[in-house]
């Protein structure tokens, strides 16, 4: 299993430029979340879904939009990046086993909007 | 009120010395609840979970106060590998919802 596969790694975009970060999970898994981490702070809840065709917001919603028409796939689409979207971008999908609950992670984008 | 709150720290302690993080979280119905590590804003690593009746995995012990609302994260005899920020997690929205806090840091120096 490849596990969470999230492309790209890094990004470095224009004011008012659009892009998708894709996010890919092989595991089944049904839950599958955004989030977003600033310098010094936590994990931000962006979006989550928590099966193909429902998606819902999180914390930190506004400049992103999300679609999940497969299990496997959780894209992000920023339309009009602004600098407060630089930060890292992490996404998870979630075994929800009764006695094995854990996240995993894809390896992160570090995104620049300048 | 923030969902889930975390002392951000720094905890700078010396080897083998004893920590104990708190997290608070405001929504009474959460159910299930996560210590994550982070190292240098790599991915989040599972640590442990979190049970009612408070559970161990060898230096490292997990507790509940559900009436409190807040759970802890305690490391005996810290090693300097520990160093890393520890993240406490919250379920939320009948379970669907994840819900980060801000991190603890933790500095352990020889």
Same mark, same amino acid.
Do not use: F, H, Q
């Given at each position: 299993n490849a596990g969470v596969t999230q492309t790209p790694k890094f990004r470095i975009l224009?004011?008012?430029q659009s892009m998708t970060l894709q996010c890919t999970q092989d595991m089944n898994h049904n839950y599958m979340y955004?989030?977003?981490q600033d310098p010094g702070m936590g994990l931000k809840l962006i979006y989550y879904s928590v099966g193909a065709g429902i998606t819902d917001k999180g914390e930190v919603p506004n400049g992103y939009n999300v679609s999940r028409s497969?299990?496997?796939d959780f894209p992000l689409r920023l339309e009009l990046a602004a600098p407060s979207q630089t930060s890292v971008y992490f996404c998870a999908s979630r075994l929800t086993a009764a006695t094995n609950e854990k996240l995993f992670f894809g390896s992160g984008t570090q995104l620049s909007v300048l | 009120r923030k969902e889930v709150e975390q002392d951000p720290g720094p905890f700078n302690v010396p080897e083998g010395a004893t920590v104990a993080f708190?997290?608070?979280y405001s929504n009474s119905a959460s159910q299930s609840f996560f210590w994550y590590r982070q190292d240098c804003r790599k991915?989040?690593?599972l640590l442990m979970s979190v049970y009612s009746s408070g559970n161990?995995? +060898?230096r490292f012990t997990a507790q509940l106060n559900r009436a409190s609302q807040y759970i802890s994260l305690l490391i005996r005899d810290s090693k300097l590998s520990?160093?890393?920020?520890?993240?406490? /997690? /919250?379920?939320?929205?009948? +379970?669907n919802k994840l819900v980060f806090g801000a991190g603890t840091i933790l500095r352990v120096k020889s």
């Open positions: 224009k004011i008012g955004w989030y977003r497969t299990t496997e | 708190n997290c608070t991915e989040p690593k161990e995995d +060898g520990d160093s890393a920020t520890y993240l406490c /997690v /919250v379920t939320m929205e009948y +379970g």
